[in-house]
């Protein structure tokens, strides 16, 4: 069964800083991996999808790593904003006819003025 | 604008008392899912559909009906709602195939007293 795991689960910077959210899953056989936010109150936005031939995908300040065979999955934020503040979901697509994503808890993101 | 629709976004209703979420897409998708979100469990799969009158169980499927009538709507059936399934409810819906990401809809808060 897969399982999916977000470090850290919480994460308070100041504005301006580079910063690398991590999600590890257990089970490589994934069709794809997205990211999204979930800002309080709100539904989830697609931030970022990442084929599983695929090592990077890159949209404007963020850019999704993706290491397959190892299990991982890395986001990147540059130049942090306050309207990053949120919290961030990876979601590995499973590897059968359901397309169902496996979501891991999240990181909650503060960033402070 | 290409969207995920779902209402009601708010609902408190009462133990028992038939109840549908409906969900509609405007992006001739052919997949659409329901997942519901609750603290701690993160999100998981109620039920999907690859099409129209084709729909499957996902990891949650208990207390839950759906049809798939026609291709944009996707609606929520709780025939019998129980304090157990007040959650944050989601829809989301994709293109066919491996590749797409996937869209989610806003959110329906549904609590059952």
């Known amino acids: 069964k897969q399982e999916v795991t977000q470090i850290p689960a919480a994460l308070s910077v100041p504005e301006g800083e580079n910063l690398v959210l991590n999600c590890s899953f257990t089970d490589s056989a994934i069709y794809n991996l997205q990211w999204f936010r979930q800002d309080p109150g709100k539904g989830l936005t697609s931030l970022l999808l990442?084929?599983?031939?695929?090592r990077e995908q890159t949209s404007g300040r963020l850019n999704a790593s993706l290491d397959k065979s190892s299990g991982r999955s890395t986001l990147y934020i540059a130049a942090s904003q306050p309207g990053d503040s949120a919290t961030y979901l990876c979601a590995p697509r499973e590897g059968d006819s359901s397309y169902k994503l496996i979501f891991g808890s999240g990181t909650r993101l503060l960033v402070r003025p | 604008e290409a969207q995920v629709t779902q209402n009601p976004r708010y609902l408190i209703t009462v133990t028992g008392k038939k109840l549908t979420v409906t969900c509609s897409q405007n992006?001739?998708?052919?997949?659409m899912s329901w997942y519901r979100q609750d603290p701690g469990l993160g999100l998981r799969q109620i039920y999907y559909s690859m099409n129209v009158e084709v729909t499957d169980k996902g990891d949650v499927p208990e207390g839950y009906k759906v049809s798939r009538k026609e291709k944009r709507n996707f609606p929520l059936i709780l025939e019998s709602p129980s304090p157990n399934q007040t959650s944050l409810y989601f829809c989301?819906?994709?293109?066919?195939?491996?590749?797409?990401?996937?869209?989610f809809g806003p959110g329906t808060r549904l609590t059952v007293t």
């Open positions: 989301a819906s994709s293109l066919g195939g491996t590749n797409y990401e996937q869209y």
């Open positions: 992006m001739n998708h052919e997949y």
């Open positions: 990442i084929q599983s031939s695929q």
